[in-house]
């Protein structure tokens, strides 16, 4: 797990990473189970980008990448890949959302997330902060393992590092 400072890139073996979270990667998306949490981490105030991609082998012929409107990649439309390509938790987009597509109803978990990541999560450290780390769901302090945090539909996550945000954000975006 990296214990840097951020920003946190997307791991380029986040299929692999999967794994070692527990998931179980397939050759294309389930939509039996479709839910979608919100990330966001700040660090004194600023944003940090929850990159696109994470759990998601972008390198795939079979894995579509299309120009968002701001510029960025986007990653999906996976109709089949030869071998596992997709974890079923996942980015698609730097927008924070994270993806939950499976074939059955079973919630994931923040730090499963953070695993396909590569990034420390713990009780006290994100990366590599260790001090100063809050962690908010739906707008309220969240005092418990953020590991364990279950990603419903629309929750709303934030990690405030140091000075938190002017507003810490409470809602799902729409």
């Given at each position: ?41 700040f ?36 109709k ?55 962690v ?10 953020p ?25 799902f975006?729409?």
């Amino acid at each position: 797990m990296r214990t840097t400072r951020a920003p946190w890139p997307r791991p380029n073996d986040t299929v692999a990473l999967a794994h070692v979270a527990g998931l179980t990667p397939r050759t294309h998306e389930f939509f039996a189970y479709h839910v979608h949490a919100h990330l966001d981490v700040f660090v004194n105030g600023q944003p940090v980008r929850v990159p696109a991609g994470v759990g998601i082998n972008i390198a795939d012929p079979a894995v579509h990448r299309g120009r968002l409107p701001d510029g960025t990649l986007g990653f999906g439309g996976i109709k089949m890949c030869s071998k596992p390509c997709i974890s079923p938790l996942h980015t698609h987009d730097d927008s924070g959302i994270l993806h939950t597509e499976s074939q059955r109803a079973h919630p994931n978990r923040l730090g499963q997330f953070f695993v396909e990541w590569r990034v420390r999560l713990d009780r006290s450290c994100v990366g590599g902060y260790c001090r100063d780390v809050k962690v908010y769901v739906d707008g309220k302090q969240y005092t418990g393992d953020p590991r364990s945090i279950t990603l419903i539909d629309h929750k709303d996550i934030v990690i405030a590092i140091g000075k938190p945000p002017a507003v810490i954000p409470s809602q799902f975006p729409q």
